[in-house]
Nanobody, 128 residues
C-alpha cells in the first residue's frame, strides 16, 4: 500500500514562490506516474502537473511556465516548484501516484493519460 506525505505548503504573497514535496512510502516515484492535483472547496479537483517514469512532464495550461514538477528517485520524493504565484493558485494541493483499477478504491483521476488512485492528505497553499 502506497502512502504519500506532502509538505511545503503555506501562505505567500502574489508573485512569490513555494516548493511542495511529497515522500512516498515505497519505491513508487521512479516506477510510476506521479502528479500534483489541487482542489478548492465546492470545486472539482484539477490536475496541475504530472511526471512519468521516464521523466516526461505535463502541465495544466493555467500553471505552465510558472510551475515545475520534478522528482528524486533515490529519495523517493516528488516536488512541485511554484513560482509567480497568483491568488487563483490558492487551494489544497495533493500528491498522487498512479494506480491500476481496484475494488478497494473508487477515487481516481485521469491526467494526461495517467490514472491516479493513491492520494496524500494534502497541503494548503494560500496566495494573497
Amino acid at each position: 500500500h502506497v502512502q504519500l506525505v506532502e509538505s511545503g505548503g503555506g501562505s505567500v504573497q502574489a508573485g512569490g514562490s513555494l516548493r511542495l514535496s511529497c515522500v512516498a512510502s515505497v519505491d513508487t516515484i521512479g516506477r510510476y506516474c506521479m502528479g500534483w492535483f489541487r482542489q478548492i472547496p465546492d470545486k472539482e479537483r484539477e490536475g496541475v502537473a504530472g511526471i512519468e517514469s521516464d521523466g516526461s512532464t505535463s502541465y495544466a495550461d493555467s500553471v505552465r511556465g510558472r510551475f515545475t514538477i520534478s522528482k528524486d528517485n533515490a529519495k523517493n520524493t516528488l516536488y512541485l516548484e511554484m513560482n509567480t504565484l497568483k491568488p487563483e493558485d490558492t487551494a489544497m494541493y495533493y500528491c498522487a501516484a498512479e494506480r491500476g483499477p481496484s475494488r478497494d478504491q473508487t477515487d481516481y483521476a485521469l491526467f494526461h493519460g495517467c490514472l491516479f488512485g493513491y492520494w496524500g492528505q494534502g497541503t494548503q497553499v494560500t496566495v494573497s
